[in-house]
């Protein structure tokens, strides 16, 4: 079976204020037929300038794409009934109502008006499609973005990180949905900057960093890749008791950080964590909070990039 | 070209709010016109000012206090003119100032003349008159109606149109076509509003004679004229705005189109310029005057006018189309 879609060598390079800016520098990616698919990288990884590239939004600098095997953006037409993408924030014109503007999408594609009431109902927006799209919160127009891709009934989904401005039942409802679009066998390509997000929902994965491809597997593949955990760490009393805790670790050897709000971080395993309690505990210092930082894809990036880039941050 | 995508387009275009405020403007242009015309729809007499020598006394029709009125086509008919003189001095005569000469040695006598004015609003008379006041507006209007339209998709809904509808060229072709069709329907709506007006006026205070089927054909002639300059504007205002991004700068070149007119108008080198902007061969071909006294800087027929116009705004999309097929979407 042909790949949903498939990048080789895919570059952009940007011309902003007189400086050459490579968002994309020569990607190579398939993504499979069927799934979800994880498109991970941190904020100006070059993810939409891929997408956007995919798409046919823009030119690429070099490089070829296809996708169900045509190339893009040259047979766009030919397969964009089979392709639903949602790109950064949503775009659809202000003072018409979310009705009026799917409305208008579905005409110029000969589709049945029925549909459009049938996805507003599927994204929750029934009561308030009357309402000019102005009017929406965040939320609401990122759901309108969703309803107009399902609007096409498409074979792939294109979604860059569609979980931005939704609230938590919102992420869970956009994780529910895609995993219903993938078991009717439709492929959902989807980006985000939080691994947690990919985490959850991904069959498989690609991480980039700097518009290079990082890694490509599956979500268990990728993840097992990290071998150290970021735990705080709190000892009751002022910043002279947390400074001696500090030394006494960074003397002992462990890896000791400070977060933004001067809270101790220490990485280490997961299975020796409890040794953290032990070691302070020699020095007659009590432990009031040992919990795990939420591992974030920049720590992943980190940690994944540390050889290719020599070490270098 | 696809229907649908014309349809959707013509259905986008006539959805907006603006059109309600450019609908609005229009009829107020027209019913200004109209009620204009109609305060002016009367049959009485005009009074005016002359110096008479040697008018017989069957001319005269009344007096005003010492003044003598006489009736206008009695006194016309008179082998020698009743008016010639020099003014020597002004004389305060029943009221009104009255220029006093001498002619011959004659001495010239002040007195008012009666015409029968019938300024009756009459719609086989009038209407044409209407048409050609509100064509200008309507190039105007139209101008706005389409840049507004694109510059507002830019940057909110045109990257979402193209995923519906990825062959660029033929969205902007199809974009072009529907700002065209709308200014005409607009136009169209707006002259048989004004004619509805005015067929209104002349039944109840003037006169609806006159409007026989050669009338008709060529009021339709000129209904179809303005529709034309309105259809060709749009596309104009469209590329400004899609080029800049921005509606204002459609309605802004506009406006300066009408002052470098002027400026250039006024030299000798700038005349050639002046005769080919677009604003200039537009105007012409909305009022449709051409003579030894109306001057467009050159272009003499209204075929000439239709044709730059028409050039111009094919040439313009041409190349905002290739512009619109390559450039970056967001
Ligand atoms: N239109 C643009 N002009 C110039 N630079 C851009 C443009 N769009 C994106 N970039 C730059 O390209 C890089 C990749 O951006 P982007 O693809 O948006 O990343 P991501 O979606 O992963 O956050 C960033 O450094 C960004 O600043
Ligand atoms: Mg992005």
Not at chain 2, 222 to 235: F, K, V, W
């Amino acid at each position: 079976m042909t790949a949903a879609i498939s990048i080789e060598a895919l570059t952009k390079t940007y011309a902003a204020r007189g400086q050459q800016v490579r968002a994309v520098d020569g990607l190579d990616l398939e993504i499979p037929q069927g799934g979800i698919f994880g498109f991970l990288g941190a904020n100006g990884a070059g993810k939409t300038t891929t997408i956007r590239a995919i798409v046919g939004h823009m030119r690429a600098t070099s490089g070829t794409i296809r996708v169900f095997d045509m190339p893009v953006p040259k047979h766009l037409p030919s397969i964009i009934d089979r392709v639903g993408a949602l790109v950064e924030a949503p775009l659809f014109f202000p003072n018409f109502s979310g009705r009026k503007n799917l409305s208008l999408l579905a005409r110029s594609r000969g589709f049945p008006q029925e549909r459009v009431d049938s996805v507003l109902a599927t994204v929750g927006l029934t009561d308030r499609a009357g309402s000019r799209f102005a009017t929406y919160s965040l939320g609401m127009k990122q759901r309108l973005g969703v309803a107009s891709v399902l609007l096409k009934d498409p074979d792939l989904l294109i979604l860059d990180e569609p979980a931005n401005g939704l609230d938590p039942p919102g992420i869970l409802e956009m994780r529910k949905l895609m995993r219903d679009l993938s078991a009717q066998g439709k492929t959902v390509f989807v980006s985000s900057h939080i691994l947690s997000e990919i985490e959850h929902t991904c069959d498989r994965v690609a991480i980039i960093a700097r518009g290079k491809l990082v890694r490509t597997g599956s979500v268990q593949e990728i993840l097992s890749t990290g071998t150290t955990s970021r735990y705080t760490v709190k000892v009751p009393g002022d910043s002279a008791v947390r400074d001696n805790a500090a030394r006494s670790l960074l003397a002992a050897g462990w890896s000791v950080f400070a977060d933004e709000h001067g809270e101790m971080l220490v990485d280490v395993a997961a299975e020796r964590a409890h040794e953290i309690t032990a070691h302070l505990a020699n020095d007659g210092l009590w432990v009031s909070e040992l919990a795990p930082v939420a591992r974030t894809l920049e720590a992943a990036f980190l940690e994944l990039t540390a050889d290719a880039q020599g070490g270098a941050q | 070209m696809s229907m649908r995508l014309l349809n959707t387009e013509l259905r986008r275009y006539f959805s907006r709010r603006v059109m309600v405020g450019g609908l609005l403007a229009g009829l107020f242009i027209v019913l200004g016109v109209n009620i204009f015309q109609l305060a002016r729809s009367s049959t009485s007499p005009d009074l005016n000012d002359a110096l008479t020598v040697g008018v017989p006394q069957k001319c005269l029709v009344r007096m005003s206090g010492p003044t003598p009125i006489y009736s206008g086509a009695c006194v016309d008919g008179l082998a020698n003119g009743p008016f010639e003189g020099q003014v020597e001095e002004h004389i305060d005569h029943g009221g009104r100032s009255f220029g006093v000469g001498v002619n011959n040695g004659a001495e010239l006598k002040p007195a008012l003349i009666e015409r029968a004015q019938d300024r009756r609003l009459h719609i086989s008379a009038t209407f044409s008159k209407a048409l050609k006041i509100i064509g200008a507006p309507m190039v105007f209007l139209s101008i706005l109606l389409a840049s507004s339209f694109l510059a507002a998709d830019f940057g909110t809904s045109i990257g979402t149109q193209l995923m519906f509808e990825p062959r660029r060229r033929l969205t902007y072709l199809t974009k072009t076509l529907a700002v065209m069709i709308g200014a005409a329907l607009i136009t169209l709506a707006l002259a048989v509003f004004a004619f509805a007006l005015q067929y209104i006026g002349s039944a109840t205070r003037g006169i609806t004679t006159g409007m026989d089927g050669h009338w008709f054909g060529l009021r339709l002639a000129d209904t179809g004229r303005i529709m034309l300059a309105a259809a060709i504007a749009a596309p104009l205002g469209l590329a400004v705005a899609a080029l800049t991004k921005r509606t204002v700068a459609a309605v802004g070149m506009f406006f300066g189109m009408y002052i470098v007119l002027g400026v250039l108008g006024g030299t000798s080198w700038g005349r050639p310029i002046a005769k080919y902007l677009p604003i200039n061969s537009l105007t012409a071909l909305a009022v449709n005057e051409f003579g030894p006294n109306t001057n467009w800087f050159g272009i003499r027929t209204m075929l000439g006018a239709l044709m730059v116009a028409s050039i111009i705004a094919l040439a313009l999309t041409a190349l905002t189309s290739a512009w619109f097929e390559r450039r970056e979407m967001r």
